[in-house]
């Protein structure tokens, strides 16, 4: 069983970066991919960010490419989501996910959730 935990949410003006991380106890990653969705006001969870565990499948929506990065550290067991330029429209309560369903952006194919940390941006 995987436990995953957020942190580094907070207020930001637009144009501010941010960077949440995310930490991974328990279970093996490496046959895992992992994950950033979100959920905005009144809207549904969406995709934000993803890669396998070992790398080489990462892959964004395009709402963010360009904006933000997705990275882990293996020693940390971490993985993190790297926002830049950020904007109004990225306000949302961000979650990390893992599954065993490589590659997948829908949230029914996720196992393994955290519990959210909230982004605001506003000015």
């Known amino acids: 069983q995987v436990q995953l935990v957020e942190s580094g949410g907070g207020l930001v003006q637009p144009g501010d970066s941010l960077t949440l991380s995310c930490a991974a106890s328990?279970?093996?990653?490496?046959?895992?991919?992992m994950a950033w969705f979100r959920q905005g006001p009144e809207k549904e969870r969406e995709f934000v960010a993803g890669d396998n565990w070992a790398g080489g499948d990462k892959k964004y929506a395009d709402s963010v490419g360009g904006r933000f990065e997705f990275s882990r550290d293996y020693v940390k067991r971490e993985f993190y989501l790297q926002m830049n330029a950020l904007k109004p429209e990225d306000m949302a309560v961000y979650y990390c996910?893992?599954?065993?369903?490589?590659?997948?952006?829908?949230?029914?194919?996720?196992?393994?959730w955290g519990q959210g940390t909230q982004v605001t941006v506003s000015s």
């Open positions: 328990g279970g093996t990653l490496s046959d895992l991919y």
């Open positions: 996910a893992a599954s065993r369903n490589r590659g997948k952006t829908a949230v029914g194919d996720y196992e393994y």
